[in-house]
């Protein structure tokens, strides 16, 4: 975890980069003015979805809270919809793109499928299935595959795996 922390630096120095120049890029085509206009419209924007999706998810993760159901589904919406509303609330037009996209229902669906993924690998399956409920686990019907080497019985004594045949045990 921490080995992925010192790119932070690095990503927000290129994502100033990135918004200036499709700053002055969206200047030059429509002019200054504008450009600040779109700014400063798609910010107000954002803080006004901000409130509402706060809003929206505590509402959600309290309705799943008193149904006595997981609020894993309800927090990631939750989260999705707050992200994409502080991103566009963040001033600039990429991350102003970014959150707008974040709201819209497709995208937010593949969005929370993500958090939901990551926050099962970090967790303990108790833990997901806490927040998740039960796993969904997909069968696949047909023949079974041939492997390239016939398995073996594995039996486990005592903590020990043994490889070969599967023998009662003595009473």
Do not use: C, K, Y
């Not at 429509?30 to 998810?57: D, I, P, Q, T, Y």
Request: aromatic share 4%; glycine share 14%; net charge positive.
């Amino acid at each position: 975890m921490r080995r992925g922390l010192r790119f932070v630096p690095l990503a927000l120095l290129l994502a100033v980069v990135l918004e200036l120049a499709v700053f002055v890029g969206v200047g030059r085509a429509l002019g200054f003015g504008a450009a600040v206009l779109l700014v400063f419209a798609a910010s107000l924007l954002g803080l006004v979805l901000l409130r509402r999706e706060g809003m929206r998810a505590w509402r959600g993760f309290r309705a799943a809270a008193a149904a006595g159901q997981p609020p894993g589904g309800q927090v990631t919406d939750g989260l999705v919809g707050l992200a994409g509303a502080l991103l566009l609330a963040v001033p600039g037009l990429v991350s102003g793109l970014v959150g707008l996209l974040l709201l819209v229902p497709p995208v937010r669906r593949l969005a929370r499928a993500g958090v939901r993924r990551g926050t099962e690998r970090r967790v303990s399956s108790m833990v997901a299935g806490d927040l998740f409920g039960p796993r969904t686990v997909r069968v696949r019907q047909g023949a079974p595959q041939p492997t390239s080497q016939p398995q073996q019985p594995v039996v486990v004594d005592g903590g020990r795996a043994i490889e070969g045949e599967i023998v009662e045990p003595r009473h």
